[in-house]
């Protein structure tokens, strides 16, 4: 054989390889749930930081923080409605440097660069006719509000230990603004205490048992201020880093009662200048290494049993304002819709995404407001996905990711698959697992292949020409920008007979629901 018939060979091969379907079968265990989420899971976040905030040599916040954002930009007003209701929480790193304007509180400066304190930012405030403002633009567009406290508020640095702030909470401003906020009928659905105080904590941090006594006056307070339980507002705390034995000795002093959310931070992608990270976003085994942490907070909440369990109200998976070609793009969803799929595994009830607009992690453009990627791909899961959530096997290849829900609405299921190869697609069938007992002996029993009758629905996400690290995600081979009038564009399913397999393209991420699968958990 000549050399260019072993050329022409080799590039034949290669191409072979390059487009490899391979079948799969996928058991889903309808039977029993293994978790329960919120309704409004899907929550992204809104931040103080001012436009000076720079990281790695650009200053990616521009006019998206609290105190600058225009609220009347069509775009973000529909993009917050089009979730009807999106969960917003409203905090970040600067909220332990912010104090309210009413009551005591008569002057009120923004955030000014200083390099001595926190976070190279003096104190900023929030005037009362901002809330004023931001409150309008929940009220028109039905947001959940998770409003996060200033919990640094009467305390001094240690003389002895760097980084440790000492002292009692003070609560006045807190009382001020919760009577302010009660005055005006404005709705929060939670308050969260503290910004990244935990363990070693973020530039600052509080005592465990120091900031265990402290959310306890947070939620007597609460309690005094809205004495009816059904409109109470929940507490949430630590909004942290996972710490195992900070957050044991904070639980065990705050008690049962106390905390209702048991809230921490991932940011599992690292630093937002890593060259190597979309390599990682690639990789299911570095994906896994986070279950670690969510596992952890689910025993610990398991332990103390809080009302919500856990939250994670923060994660932009790249740190420091994230990565800037990487966040916005098509490929950060193999990362951020992994992190929903596994938090709901391990029973987290709800999952805020830094952030809804600002830095480069943004589900919305920060200049224009135009959705990136991973706002289409929260879009459909808050509308597909159910708050039951079902355990699912796949074990042909680790590329391949699966999350199963009961669907969104009733009847049926909708499964999440994220392929995270560039060279492999999948033909997928499904299976039922069934629990048997027989003669008191009990065995799962997996179902032969399922087999519908009614048409599947199937939302098929894809980067436009393939290009994973490009910002335009095509659905179902249509381009998903907003209207003219930016309207978020209508997202109709492609209808799949029910006889044929799914299929799951390489680098594309997959809803399907299926409105004939019996699961018994989702009746």
């Not at 909220?95 to 009120?108: E, S, T």
């Not at 109200?313 to 790249?318: C, F, I, P, Q």
């Not at 805020?352 to 459909?380: E, F, K, W």
């Not at 980067?463 to 907003?482: E, F, H, K, T």
């Amino acid at each position: 054989m000549d050399l260019k018939c072993i050329f022409s060979l080799a590039i034949l091969v290669s191409q072979i390889s390059l487009s490899s379907t391979q079948n799969v079968n996928v058991v889903i265990q309808g039977e029993s749930s293994i978790g329960e989420t919120d309704d409004n899971f899907v929550c992204a976040t809104l931040d103080w930081w001012p436009t000076e905030k720079c990281n790695y040599n650009q200053c990616p916040w521009g006019k998206a923080g609290l105190l600058n954002l225009d609220l009347k930009k069509k775009g973000l007003i529909n993009a917050i409605k089009a979730f009807n209701p999106l969960r917003i929480k409203v905090g970040g790193s600067l909220q332990d440097q912010v104090v309210y304007g009413v009551g005591g509180v008569k002057n009120c400066p923004n955030f000014m660069k200083n390099e001595d304190s926190l976070f190279g930012f003096s104190q900023g405030c929030l005037p009362m006719e901002r809330w004023d403002e931001l409150n309008k633009i929940f009220n028109q567009t039905g947001v959940k509000v998770t409003f996060g406290l200033n919990a640094l508020l009467g305390r001094n640095r240690s003389q002895i230990e760097k980084g440790l702030w000492v002292g009692d909470w003070k609560s006045q401003n807190a009382r001020d603004f919760m009577k302010y906020t009660i005055s005006k009928g404005y709705k929060v659905d939670s308050y969260e205490f503290g910004n990244q105080l935990s363990g070693a904590g973020m530039g600052a941090s509080v005592e465990a048992e120091q900031y265990g006594k402290d959310i306890v006056v947070l939620k007597n307070l609460v309690k005094e201020l809205h004495p009816d339980p059904e409109t109470q507002p929940k507490v949430l705390g630590p909004s942290g880093y996972y710490d195992e034995k900070w957050f044991n000795s904070f639980l065990e002093v705050s008690g049962h009662a106390v905390v209702d959310g048991v809230t921490h931070h991932i940011y599992n992608l690292g630093p937002g200048d890593d060259p190597n990270m979309i390599t990682k976003i690639q990789d299911p085994s570095y994906l896994n290494q986070v279950a670690q942490t969510y596992k952890g907070v689910l025993n610990i909440v398991n332990k103390f049993k809080p009302q919500s369990g856990a939250w994670v109200s923060e994660s932009g998976g790249a740190l420091h304002g994230g990565a800037k070609d990487l966040s916005p793009t098509f490929a950060d969803g193999f990362w951020y819709l992994d992190q929903l799929g596994m938090a709901s595994t391990y029973n987290h009830k709800v999952f805020c995404r830094q952030t809804l607009i600002g830095g480069n992690y943004a589900l919305l453009n920060t200049t224009t407001s135009i959705p990136n990627p991973d706002y289409y791909g929260a879009l459909l899961w808050h509308r597909l996905m159910g708050s039951t959530v079902l355990a699912v096997t796949q074990e042909s290849n680790p590329n391949l990711r699966v999350y199963a829900h009961c669907a969104k609405k009733k009847p049926g299921i909708s499964i999440i698959f994220i392929n995270l190869s560039k060279d492999s697609s999948f033909n997928v069938t499904l299976s039922n697992y069934e629990h048997q007992s027989r003669n008191s002996r009990s065995t799962d029993v997996a179902k032969p292949e399922f087999r519908g009758s009614k048409d599947r629905e199937e939302y098929h996400l894809a980067a436009l020409a393939g290009n994973i690290q490009g910002q335009i995600v095509l659905l179902n081979d249509v381009p998903m920008v907003p209207t003219e009038t930016f309207d978020i564009p209508t997202m109709e399913p492609k209808l799949f007979n029910a006889s044929t397999p799914i299929s799951i393209a390489a680098h594309s991420i997959v809803y399907v629901t299926i409105r004939d699968f019996q699961a018994p958990a989702c009746a």
